[in-house]
T-cell receptor
Framework: GNSVTQMEGPVTLSEEAFLTINCTYT??????LFWYVQYPGEGLQLLLK?????DKGSNKGFEATYRKETTSFHLEKGSVQVSDSAVYFC?????????????FGEGTQLTVNP | EAGVAQSPRYKIIEKRQSVAFWCNPI?????LYWYQQILGQGPKLLIQ????????DSQLPKDRFSAERLKGVDSTLKIQPAKLEDSAVYLC????????????FGSGTRLTVV
């Protein structure tokens, strides 16, 4: 089955700092790749996705590029805000239609200070 | 479009009692998932439905957990009897079939077993 390894948290940054959260995965075939974000007390929200090699997903200033050769999908943002404080989850999704599912890592807690 | 609805939002029960959670997915989403998220961890898949059939329940503790999806729409997850270690957030998600589609999550039900 699929698995994912995320950069351990917690990560604490000052506002306007550059953010990188590393994510590597193992999967059968060529999965789609997702980043989800969980704000305090809320459910998970889709942040961005990429469905094939070299695709770049982007949303709200966050970006991640599907790197098949390194099986990675690192999340980046050039200038973080206090409102970005949340837990971020990287998740590959399998290719079999009937059994495709997201596999979540342990998440990376991000705290952005003013 | 309306999101994934879950109820109740919070539940506190004593160990050995039973509890049920309800989920109404997004209209037209054939696939429905129940995840368990223990505090500080990533979500763990309990069961996956495709329409009203079970696709994967390999990680569902079947001696105490059960789930059904009547008519391929709403779903109910039950725990009977509950244990202290069942304290967690139970997340329901739905999606279109296929690996390119992410999930839409509900807000979750926070269960505390005392």
């Amino acid at each position: 089955g699929n698995s994912v390894t995320q950069m351990e948290g917690p990560v604490t940054l000052s506002e306007e700092a550059f953010l990188t959260i590393n994510c590597t995965y193992t999967a059968t075939g060529y999965p789609s790749l997702f980043w989800y974000v969980q704000y305090p007390g809320e459910g998970l929200q889709l942040l961005l996705k990429a469905t094939k090699a070299d695709d770049k997903g982007s949303n709200k200033g966050f970006e991640a590029t599907y790197r098949k050769e390194t099986t990675s999908f690192h999340l980046e943002k050039g200038s973080v805000q206090v409102s970005d404080s949340a837990v971020y989850f990287c998740a590959p999704k399998g290719v079999r239609t009937s059994g495709s599912r997201l596999t979540f890592g342990e998440g990376t807690q991000l705290t952005v200070n003013p | 479009e309306a999101g994934v609805a879950q109820s109740p939002r919070y539940k506190i029960i004593e160990k050995r009692q039973s509890v049920a959670f309800w989920c109404n997915p997004i209209s037209g989403h054939a696939t429905l998932y129940w995840y368990q998220q223990i505090l500080g961890q990533g979500p763990k898949l309990l069961i996956q439905f495709q329409n009203n059939g079970v696709v994967d329940d390999s990680q569902l503790p079947k001696d105490r957990f059960s789930a059904e999806r009547l008519k391929g729409v709403d779903s109910t997850l039950k725990i009977q009897p509950a244990k202290l270690e069942d304290s967690a957030v139970y997340l329901c998600a739905s999606s279109l079939a296929g690996s390119n589609y992410g999930y839409t999550f509900g807000s979750g039900t926070r269960l505390t077993v005392v």
